[in-house]
C-alpha cells in the first residue's frame, strides 16, 4: 500500500470512528483517534462552564498537533486519523467567545506549520435529523447541548472547509451507508488506494530540478 496519511471529516455521529476503524482493516493502515475520553475539561465545556471552553480546545489541539505532526506520520506507512485537523479551528469558532479565540487562533497558526496535511481527505456528511438521532443513541451526555443550531454550522463549515481542501476529497452521504458493515466501506478504499497510487505515480515522474 502506498504510504500516506487519510483524515476523516464530518460533523460529531456521521460515523468517522467507525468508518476509519473499518478502512485500517481493508487498507492495513495505523489508526488515530481523536482523544475525546483523555479531556480533562470536556464535560464541564459542554456542561455550561465558560472557562472550561478554551481549557477543553487547547487540550485537543495539542493532542491533535502530537498526533498529525510530520514526525508522527512520516514513519513510511499509512495512516487514518478519524477526525481531519481543519476541524479543530471549525470546533473553536463554534465553540469559543471572541476573547478565547483570540488566544487559541495564533497558537493553533503556528502549530498548524508542523501538521502533516492529508494526502485524501474523507467528508461525511448526514442530514441534522439523521445525526441528532445518533447522537441520543450513543448516549455520550456531554454531547447533549448539541441541538439543531449547532449541528447546521458545523455541516457548512465541514462542506466548506472541504470545498477548500488541497487534496483529492471523497465525498459520502452516511445517511445512506452503514459503516458498521466492512463490505459498505470497501468502495471507499479502492478510491483511497486509486489517489494515493496516482500521486505516487506523479511524485516518481516528477522532473530534476
Known sequence: MTPGV?????????????????LCELLGAELIREDYEGNPFLAESYAGD???RLPAQLYFLVSRVSQLSRAGCDNGGLVVSDYAWCQDIIFARLRLCPEDLGSYEPLARRLGRIVREPDVLISLDADTSTLLDRLVSRGRSFERVMDESFFDDMRRSCIH???QAP???ISVN????????LDNCRDIADE??????????????LPLP
Open 161 to 163: 472547509a472541504a470545498r
Open 50 to 52: 465558560a472557562c472550561a
Open 167 to 169: 487534496c483529492p476529497v
Open 192 to 205: 483511497i488506494r486509486m489517489h494515493l497510487d496516482a500521486a505516487s505515480i506523479q511524485t516518481q515522474t
Open 6 to 22: 487519510v483524515s476523516i471529516m464530518g460533523p460529531p455521529a456521521s460515523g468517522k470512528t467507525t468508518l476509519a476503524a473499518n
Open 174 to 181: 452516511s445517511a445512506a451507508v452503514d459503516f458498521r458493515r
